[in-house]
């Protein structure tokens, strides 16, 4: 960071400062950065006129707002290949549900007796009489 305020500061005139410190907010990496950034110049410029430093400030104050944008893209993307994850994961427990549901239908047309079919796919014994008692309705 002192490297960078030594930049700004051998800046021959207020468009070299502004270039520079456009390139100085690119290598910088988060907000508190910006803000120790912001304060710094606040400082090496106070004797500057009033128009000039808003220009500063405003510099950084939107590579802030960018910042932020930018973290909110991140997140929401982030999110969105999360929910896109529970909803595979979520079809995929239900396709095995139903497939497990099947079976234990098969079996029980089979005649199968509940402790076998218990054994045989781990459906619960409870489970398996309130199939046998779906079946029985349709």
Do not use: C, H, W
Not at 24 to 30: E, H, M, Q, S
Not at 65 to 94: H, P
């Amino acid at each position: 960071m002192i490297t960078n305020i030594m930049i700004m500061k051998k800046s021959k005139n207020n468009e070299e400062v502004l270039e520079n410190l456009k390139e100085i907010i690119k290598n910088i990496k988060n907000n508190k950065q910006l803000y120790e950034l912001k304060r710094i110049i606040s400082y090496l410029y106070e004797n500057e006129e009033e128009a000039y430093k808003r220009e500063i400030i405003k510099i950084i104050e939107e590579s802030e707002s960018e910042e932020n944008m930018s973290t909110v893209a991140e997140r929401i993307g982030k999110e969105l290949i999360e929910g896109r994850r529970k909803a595979r994961e979520e079809g995929i427990a239900q396709g095995i549900l139903k497939n497990l549901r099947d079976i234990v239908q098969k079996m029980i047309k089979m005649n199968l007796e509940d402790d076998f079919i218990n054994q045989a796919t781990g459906a619960e014994k409870s489970e398996i009489e309130k199939i046998r008692k779906e079946m029985s309705l349709n």
